[in-house]
Nanobody, 116 residues
Framework: QVQLVESGGGLVQPGGSLRLSCAAS????????MRWYRQPPGKERELVAG????????NYADSVKGRFTISRDNVKNTGYLQMNSLEPEDTAVYYC?????????WGQGTQVTVSS
């Protein structure tokens, strides 16, 4: 059974930083591309960032470019999302997702709240 467990969310002031982690088990993590999505209150889920299985290529939503960094450690079976210069608009539940061909898995989500 594949399991993804996110951690690292919480309450942070505007301009602050958080690092989210996504620990994978039950899958060959290095075979999957990984993405972070978020769902703001009352809105649809949106793609935040993605990284290839090897970590050699990344992509970001325009709204987070230059502020967020996606990375992964295939030895530790863990993915990360470093979030800097956080804004209230970044408030959302953040989900990690791994995908290989038509197979994908989701984590349970972690809440990020940016507020003073």
């Amino acid at each position: 059974q594949v399991q993804l467990v996110e951690s690292g969310g919480g309450l942070v002031q505007p301009g602050g930083s958080l690092r989210l982690s996504c620990a994978a088990s039950g899958a060959t993590f290095s075979s999957y591309s990984m993405r972070w999505y978020r769902q703001p209150p009352g809105k649809e889920r949106e793609l935040v960032a993605g990284i290839t299985s090897s970590g050699g290529s990344t992509n970001y939503a325009d709204s987070v470019k230059g502020r967020f960094t996606i990375s992964r450690d295939n030895v530790k079976n863990t993915g990360y999302l470093q979030m800097n210069s956080l804004e209230p608009e970044d408030t959302a539940v953040y989900y990690c997702n791994i995908r290989r061909w038509a197979v994908e898995w989701w984590g349970q989500g972690t809440q990020v709240t940016v507020s003073s």
